[in-house]
């Protein structure tokens, strides 16, 4: 096959791109609206977009952050979490959650969302948002490279211990409606986000043999 309209580049070397396309490739991405708690009981709010879901029994989320953030303290003293899925309606409020506060700085009260207590967890769900996901630490890795060198970037793991949804996001057979929910996703660049819509779903069915 014919690598000329091929644009090839070696991560380590640059791409020479005006944007890395890594994260614009592997996109959109669905957002890790990460609320957490201090030893001392303040709140933190953030947003992460290397955020997915990793096991179902016993259902297990994680997300990564470059850099040993006010997050990642958080989860790692205390050992819990919550992720709230961000919609359309909480994208700017999301946004704001991004900015580079003080430590200590409540998110909460800087983007005007309300903060509610977990029902296992002490740390704050966003009221605001439809679904959230209590969450216990599992695991916090600190990433290597190919060479077994040790990298500044963590992947904290969690057990997802107890589950909130809005009653109106299930149908009548109590099937989660994905698209009802508005969710943003993350895509690549500075600033590109997604939306959904059931008129771009399709279905497929796994095949047997």
């Known amino acids: 096959m014919s690598t000329e309209n091929r644009f090839f580049y070696e991560p380590c070397k640059g791409h020479g791109l005006p944007h890395n396309p890594l994260n614009a490739i592997i996109g ?27 096991n179902y029994d016993p259902p297990i989320i994680g997300f990564a952050s470059t850099a040993w953030k006010d997050s990642v303290a958080n989860i790692v003293e205390t050992g819990e979490f919550v992720w709230n899925l961000t919609t359309r309606t909480l994208a700017e409020q999301m946004n704001l959650t991004s ?4 430590r200590g700085t409540d998110e909460f009260e800087f983007a005007g969302l309300t903060p509610v207590a977990g029902n296992i967890v002490a740390a704050d769900r966003v009221a605001e948002s439809p679904v959230n996901f209590e969450c216990k630490l599992t695991q916090c890795i600190q990433l290597t490279d190919a060479n077994g ?11 997802v211990v107890a589950v909130h949804i809005e009653k109106h996001l299930l149908s009548a057979e109590g099937i989660y409606q994905t698209a009802l ?29």
């Open 149 to 159: 060198d040790k990298i500044d970037t963590w992947l904290v793991l969690g057990e």
């Open 28 to 54: 959109p991405r669905p957002i890790g609206w990460i609320s957490s708690r201090n030893a001392q009981g303040q709140r933190n709010l953030a947003p992460y977009s290397f955020f997915n879901c990793f």
């Open 99 to 102: 900015a580079a506060l003080p």
């Open 181 to 209: 929910a508005e969710p943003v996703l993350r895509a690549g660049g500075p600033s590109a986000y997604y939306g959904i819509s059931d008129e771009q779903r399709f279905d497929l069915h796994r095949p047997t043999l």
